[in-house]
């Protein structure tokens, strides 16, 4: 079995060291039981915690004090993996990593690896587990046929600011009128047709900045924001593995703005399927992406 149980930031980073567990899981042949999904298992119907709820509280922290006291012996520490900053070693796809998985009774996981040398293989089991309840992608799409008004393009936009103002010196965090200047441009790529947005973001945001563009907010949700832009045609945004996974999830082509730059064209844009070939959260660029 494998063991995810640390916590390691927010819902995409969760989201993306879940569906790396279940690509290790997957190829070792082994089970996955993730604990750091925590509160946000509750929001997809095959993650979701057992009732009674404080049945389950008592349970995950029986098994994390176990996993603490594991940690104290040599022959405990051999089945630790962190996967923080880790690349192709760690990947799903290499044959002597799995080979350690399946030689263990018990992995545990922690971390989450760099995501542009990792390989998960079988993608649409990943999004069928972590796909929301019905009723909330019913209500998403709804929403996202008024954002859209009879225009021929969506455009999901990921104004992250909030906690960016901090994040390594508010490297990322970008003004909302940068976002306006980006999105004026994005129209321009899509000559006779007609453009609109869905702005979502953990900051309000004064829609007056965004005129004379069709612009509609998300539903401000954490969830609902998420998969609402997985629902739009293009996502762009801030290094996040929140509009990330949002691309992911939706087989949508996404910008990401590692500098205050406006893209030049479409040829910017790219589908993250399996392989993610983006940049990490430090900064750095891979090779497919060196063009933005």
Known sequence: MIVIFNHTGYLGNRLFLHAYGEALAEASGQKLYDFDLNT????????RPWEPRWLYRLFRKIVLQLIKLCRRFPAGRACFVSADGVGADFSPGNPAFIAQIKSRSFTFLSGL?????????????????????AGVLDQIREQLAVARGGADILIGVHIRQ???????????YYSSDFYRQVMAALVDFFPGRKVAFLICSNESQPLEIFA??????????????LYSLAGCDYVIGAPSTYSLWA???????????????????LDDFYLPDGRFECIDLEGKLTSSAAHA
């Open 40 to 47: 946000y298992a509750a929001l997809f119907p095959a993650t």
């Open 113 to 133: 690896p760099y995501l542009a040398e990792m390989t998960f293989p079988a993608p649409e089991a990943v999004r069928a587990k972590l796909t929301p309840d």
């Open 162 to 172: 909030g906690n960016y103002a901090d994040y390594r010196d508010g490297i990322y």
């Open 212 to 225: 004379p563009l069709k612009i509609a907010l998300g539903p401000g949700t954490v969830l609902g924001d």
């Open 247 to 265: 691309a992911f999830y939706g087989r949508k082509p996404i910008h990401v703005l590692i500098k205050p730059q406006i893209p030049r064209s």
